[in-house]
């Protein structure tokens, strides 16, 4: 049994706890943390003029595509199907009058990531306080901390009319483990929590909407793909519903041999010219 017990609040409180009863309570400095590129998405997206290509996805689709005049790139780090399902239910209702085609990215670890428990469950807060989508399931902190910070951000990020959800990480240009980044990401793929369900409620909606639907499976560096399993383990259950709903088309793009080392900035994201291919390709497919 802990006798000890120990609570961190976003706001730098911190508490402990012995037995059960609070014997100090005390605060730290905390951090300030910029939210502009996510609020600039958001402001972006809902002023986007003849936004007909919604592209959804994590930070592989963040830097996978490179937005045209009448394309708006609302991926972002570790997003979830959950949030996905739900960021292209908002933007249907509030800038959605010329959607055409809804561009999903689907990566390795998306049949059982969960947001809240990947070490970016902050963002969680932003698409909350932006886009009012509710937490999966409850944080264990009071969240008013972080909500109070971006709603004091919003007002200070001004928004270009061509604004179109451009990547802000092609500068970045990092190293990782391979064979460790892959078996992180094949955890998730390994959860049994159903996270295509709600890949099957944005096909429905879009159905009604008589908007087509793409699945992207992105290409990876060639040491990343070297530990990754036979496809047909890996994306089983995506491969499962898609023989079930056959107008939902996927474009297979993960072994595209046209795709180089230099066309990524990291052993699974794209550069800015590795996005630009892939983006014609994706283009081209839409037509």
């Not at 790139?73 to 959605?96: F, P, W």
């Not at 055409?100 to 990566?107: A, D, G, L, R, T």
């Not at 159905?207 to 290409?219: A, D, E, F």
Request: hydrophobic share 35%; glycine share 4%.
């Amino acid at each position: 049994m802990k006798v000890f017990n120990k609570i961190r609040e976003l706001d730098g409180t911190r508490k402990i706890y012995f037995c059960g009863i609070k014997i100090i309570s005390y605060k730290q400095a905390v951090k300030k943390i910029d939210f502009s590129y996510a609020i600039l998405k958001y402001k972006g997206v809902n002023k986007a003029k003849n936004l007909k290509n919604l592209i959804l996805g994590s930070s592989h689709g963040r830097d996978g595509f490179v937005p045209g005049k009448s394309d708006f790139n609302l991926s972002q780090s570790s997003l979830d199907l959950y949030r996905i399902y739900h960021l292209y239910k908002y933007v249907l209702k509030n800038n959605g009058k010329n959607l055409e085609n809804i561009i999903v990215f689907y990566s390795v670890f998306h049949a059982g990531l969960q947001l809240e428990k990947t070490s970016k469950w902050k963002y969680c807060i932003i698409y909350k306080t932006l886009y009012d989508i509710k937490y999966a399931f409850p944080l264990a902190l009071d969240d008013s901390y972080l909500v109070n910070e971006i709603n004091g951000q919003i007002d200070t990020v001004s928004c270009p009319d061509d604004f179109r959800g451009k990547s802000d990480n092609y500068e970045n240009k990092y190293e990782s483990d391979a064979k460790i980044l892959v078996e992180k990401h094949l955890k998730n793929t390994c959860r049994n929590n159903n996270q295509i369900k709600y890949l099957a409620k944005l096909v429905d909606m879009a159905r009604k909407h008589k908007q087509n639907v793409y699945v992207v499976l992105p290409p990876y560096r060639s040491d990343y793909l070297k530990h990754l399993p036979e496809q047909q383990v890996v994306f089983r259950e995506l491969f499962e519903f898609l023989d079930k709903n056959k107008d939902v088309k996927l474009l297979n793009l993960q072994d595209d041999k046209d795709f180089i080392d230099s066309d990524f900035n990291s052993v699974d994201h794209c550069s800015e010219d590795g996005g630009i291919k892939l983006t014609k390709k994706i283009k081209k497919a839409l037509k």
